[in-house]
């Protein structure tokens, strides 16, 4: 069964970092092809931030957090990460890992097939 545990959320001062991880169990993520993390504002949908595909590294990110946010995976503990630097208020959301199958990295949300149960990122002006 794929399950995954989002963590590393919490509320920080604009300005700031934080690191989010996604870790696996069960299952490596090298099984699937692409892993993605999106955000969810309250009365907002939820939006593709960044995503990063397994073969070869191939990373893609959403406008507003180009320059600011990096994805990343650490194949030896089966985790992958967002380092979130140069937090702005607009950041605040609950943030998601989620994994799909297919080989291309789409924003489209409805194309993944394994998510986290999120983890809460709140910044303050």
């Known amino acids: 069964q794929v399950q995954l545990v989002d963590s590393g959320g919490g509320l920080m001062q604009a300005g700031g970092s934080l690191r989010l991880s996604c870790a696996a169990s069960?299952?490596?993520?090298?099984?699937?092809?692409?892993a993605g993390w999106f955000r969810q504002a309250p009365g907002k949908a939820r939006e593709f931030v960044a995503g990063?595909?397994?073969?070869?590294?191939?990373?893609y990110y959403q406008d507003s957090v180009k320059g600011r946010f990096i994805i990343s995976r650490d194949d030896a503990k089966n985790t992958i990460y967002l380092q979130m630097n140069l937090l702005k208020p607009e950041d605040t959301a609950v943030y998601y890992c989620a994994l799909r199958r297919g080989a291309v990295i789409t924003t489209e949300r409805t194309l993944y097939e394994y998510w986290g149960q999120g983890t809460q990122v709140t910044v303050s002006s």
């Open positions: 069960e299952f490596t993520f090298s099984s699937f092809a692409v």
């Open positions: 990063i595909r397994w073969s070869g590294g191939v990373t």
